[in-house]
């Protein structure tokens, strides 16, 4: 079953490899209760409820969680000042906050609040200490401001893309320097890919951010993956999924959690997506990145000189293997002296394995990455 049409390369933030095993997740289990009892639903009227939900503006905070057996994070000691302020320039280029704060969403809680006011207007504040990071979309303009450097990125969506703007803005936000995502956005990436390889159930009712929810399961058929199942909370009233789960096999706690702990459905205030830097801040006019022609995942392990910088997709469903080719992958990730602490040296390469995703560097320069154990990304290497 297809409810949505979605490819699998947007798991994959083309700027970053590490982002690649977080392609989103986070943070508050249900909170079932004997009070929550809501009509019964099969597995595909919620799904369609979840289709069929027509909100398009909000805002509230969401909590993001990893619980993957990695020490907490903190990179932004691992990386010079010049890594830290330079943002370079280009198509092809990448922003260096984005190799820190993927890391960083690696292992434990993160809080950010959300605004949304359409499917042109969004706004992302991830709350650091003493600090504030900002992830502004409106209209064609989209900026990116990190107050502890006082640097600020703005890129132009192009006018030819304002027909696709939402389908436009959705593969940029990809490739922005944050792997945060909302409940809904996170959820649409896993239900947007069923196929005969998942079981779908229904859950216990439960609550979310003060709101009644059903719980849809997601469960991997295949035993080739690290994935024991995916759990979305779905808003009872609206259809907007308000939290996803992520289990790990052999592991009770959740390994990767997302969810709203108040969401707000009132229209946030359109001053909210109106970005002006500081007058004192260091500002960059970046290139828009180009469309990544071919790269849909319709045919894996397409090596032709033409995908020579896009990403290889082989596998299917949850045993799904990318490839990203050396040419594409950032010189800032092998330059980060945290490397060597992230990563055990193994036969081919170096590896970063966790109890829910597997990232393979191999020394031929290609990055690896799947949630799937090493030995599936080693002989894909091969």
Sequence with gaps: MKLVSRNSLRWLP???????????VIAVPLQAGATVDLPDKTPEQVLLLVNDSTVSAFSGTVEQSADLGLPSLGL??????????????GNDSVIPLGVTTALELLS????????????SQSRVQIKDRMAERDVVHNGSDIWLYDSSTNAATHLSLPADLEATAQAKSAELQSQLPTDLATPAQLAER?????????TVSVGTDARVA????????????????????????VDSETGLPLQVTV??????????????????????????????????????????????????????????????????????????????????????????????????AVDGGRAVTTSLVTVFLSN???VFAGAVPLAALQAAAE
């Design 364 to 366: 031929d320069g290609r």
């Design 190 to 198: 896993f239900l947007g890919e069923l196929d005969p390889s998942t």
């Design 14 to 24: 083309a700027f970053v490899v590490p982002a690649v095993v977080v392609a989103a």
């Design 108 to 119: 434990g809680s993160h809080e950010f609040r959300v605004y949304v006011g359409g499917e």
């Design 247 to 344: 289990l790990a096999l052999g592991q009770s706690a959740p390994a990767f959690q997302v969810g709203f702990t108040a969401i707000d459905f009132a229209a946030p205030n359109a001053d909210l997506f109106a970005f002006t830097p500081p007058a004192t801040a260091t500002v960059t006019e970046q290139a828009v990145p180009a469309p990544m022609e071919g790269a849909t995942g319709d045919q894996p392990g397409d090596h032709s000189p033409a995908a020579g910088q896009v990403p290889v997709v082989t596998g299917t469903g949850w045993s799904t293997i990318v490839e990203v080719p050396a040419a594409a992958v950032p010189a800032e990730l092998s330059a980060n002296p945290m490397l060597d602490q992230l990563t055990t």
């Design 210 to 233: 003060g709101r009644s929810v059903y719980e849809l399961v997601l469960t991997p058929k295949t035993t080739e993956t690290l994935v024991a199942s995916v759990s979305i909370a």
């Design 76 to 89: 932004s000691a691992g990386m010079s000042e010049s890594m830290k302020g330079a943002l370079p320039e």
